[in-house]
């Protein structure tokens, strides 16, 4: 059996998605999407990438989930991200 390599980032990815509230069928295609206008892959994506897409990943959640879920969601990934950039830099 292959040993599958897991991106440092991966979790970083989950997370974001999670955040979002948005159905296990709605939410990974939100920010993948999100991520391929920027030319980023899922798998490389680093903070800094995911707070280039927040503004229109909360278009998207907003989409589903109505303008004041958007932007709590959005302040909370946006919390994540400085946690997780903090402690790659430290």
């Known amino acids: 059996m292959a040993m599958v390599r897991s991106s440092p980032y991966s979790d970083l990815y ?3 998605v999670q955040l979002c509230g948005l159905s296990e069928l709605i939410g990974p ?12 892959d899922q798998r490389n994506a680093s903070p800094e990438d995911y707070l280039k897409i927040l503004p229109e990943l909360e278009a998207r959640i907003a989409a589903y989930r109505g ?4 932007q709590q ?18």
């Open 29 to 40: 295609g939100a920010v993948q999407r999100s991520l391929r206008r920027i030319n980023v």
């Open 67 to 70: 303008p004041a879920a958007a």
């Open 73 to 90: 969601a959005a302040q909370e990934i946006a919390r994540l991200l400085e946690f997780k950039g903090s402690a790659k830099k430290g």
């Open 14 to 16: 989950r997370s974001v």
